[in-house]
């Protein structure tokens, strides 16, 4: 079977801890998680094209791995019920072709998903011809099975909605995380990692957006127009591109080639502009410039690694994959994702959007993973966004600064007072 395009689809197979993944998206966001429940055919298939590893997928196995009777706390008060089960969702995923296995609970917090998706995808590996294993689950119990996969030369991809552990998602040749989850679901276009998330797209001269009817672009076609897109704008502009808007705009000239083919074989954004060796590029985490002709933006100075962060922060950035920001950015966020949470009906993809681009405006660049770093620390620290009345920024601060020390704590992670000073100091500077 081929894609559009002539690409090949690559034999996929699709394992769903059903309760794992529902219940880390339904803290972070109810109606997002809702979404997730209720439309398994509309993310699956979004997922079959986005953030592909060799290609995109054609599913051979579609499974979800539910325990029947279990349930969270009905996020919706006025709904008349305290609980939601999880038994309700199974029509969604059999009427959408999910293969739907029950998995009771086997102790008091611990069902048997995780073991029947080892020993499922080890049955797989022998007795199907799938090129590429997807696992949708933040258990790092499953990296023996990660590892069994990458041994016998297939591909895997990881999709988490949770803070999973370092040594689970590095064996994936891909991790697609919780805020490109939320635009999968949402049916968004998702942004590899290395891509500043980009504002909803302006209309330029010569990007004129392709219809959705259209036939998406043969690759070798896309890629010539690419490089003649991008060529023409960075000789004509007299200011440095922004990478977020420019990825948007030619996601939406070139069309579903681009997911497709996953920039062209180059794994993202940033590295295709790298292939065409643009005289003089310079690029920071969210701009291109010319070295003689612009002058170099501001944030180019601090952009991640750059930061010189105290000895213990430094150690838990590495240890927890915080994003590395100067504190006097960590202090500028909490009161813009206040703003957001106390004028808007909360939406986690929408937040970080809206918050990026407030931050933007003041003249503080923040990319949106790490608003949903800060976002996702507060939550599971006790203090949601789409809470009722909604949280100060003091509140957020100070449940996001708990989460960082309570994760420290879970990683075996040592701090002196004075190290836990440092860290909270960093994190949330005295006004």
């Known amino acids: 079977m081929s894609a ?105 917090t611990k069902n048997a998903a995780d073991i029947r998706i080892v020993v499922d995808a080890l049955d797989a590996l022998h007795d199907t011809a799938c090129d590429e294993f997807v696992i949708l689950s933040g258990d790092s119990d499953m990296t023996p099975l990660l590892v069994r996969l990458r041994r016998a030369d297939r591909r895997t991809t990881v999709v988490s909605p949770l803070d999973a552990a370092e040594a689970f998602t590095s064996v994936a040749d891909r991790l697609i995380g919780s805020e490109q989850l939320l635009e999968l679901i949402q049916g968004e276009p998702v942004e590899a990692d290395d891509d500043a998330s980009a504002p909803e797209p302006t209309d330029h001269a010569g990007l004129a957006p392709v219809d959705a009817e259209k036939p998406s672009l043969e690759a070798d076609e896309a890629m010539r127009r690419f490089a003649d897109i991008v060529s023409g704008r960075y000789a004509a502009t007299t200011a440095p591109i922004n990478l977020a808007g420019f990825a948007a705009e030619l996601r939406r000239t070139l069309g579903s080639i681009v997911d497709e083919t996953n920039w062209f074989g180059h794994g993202g954004f940033v590295r295709t502009l790298e292939s065409l060796d643009l005289p003089g590029a310079m690029f920071s985490q969210h701009f291109l410039w010319h070295a003689d002709r612009h002058v170099a933006p501001a944030s180019a100075q601090a952009a991640g690694p750059g930061v010189d962060l105290p000895e213990p922060v430094a150690r838990l950035s590495k240890l927890l994959g915080i994003p590395r920001l100067s504190s006097e950015t960590w202090s500028s966020i909490y009161p813009v994702l206040a703003e957001y949470a106390s004028n808007h009906r909360f939406n986690l993809t929408e937040a970080t959007r809206w918050s990026r681009d407030r931050l933007a405006a003041e003249g503080v660049d923040v990319r949106r993973n790490a608003l949903a770093f800060v976002v996702r620390g507060a939550t599971f620290g006790g203090c949601p966004l789409y809470r009722q009345p909604p949280p100060n920024d003091q509140e957020i601060r100070d449940a996001f600064v708990n989460n960082v020390l309570s994760r420290a704590d879970a990683a075996d992670v040592s701090l002196t007072d004075d190290e836990t000073t440092a860290v909270r100091t960093w994190f949330a500077p005295p006004a």
Not at 5 to 26: K, M, P, Q, S
Not at 54 to 60: I, S
Not at 78 to 88: E, N
């Open 4 to 108: 559009a395009g002539g690409l090949d689809r690559v034999r996929a197979a699709l394992y769903l801890d059903f309760d794992n993944v529902f219940t880390g998206l339904i803290r972070q966001d109810p109606d997002v998680a809702m979404q997730f429940a209720e439309d398994p055919g509309g993310w699956a298939s979004q997922l079959a094209t986005a953030l592909p590893v060799n290609g995109p997928r054609r599913w051979l196995i579609l499974r979800c791995y539910m325990n029947p009777s279990g349930w969270v706390p009905h996020p919706d008060a006025d709904s008349g019920t305290p609980r939601l089960y999880f038994s309700k969702f199974r029509p969604f995923f059999t009427n959408a072709g999910f293969e739907v296995i029950d998995c009771p609970r086997l102790t008091h």
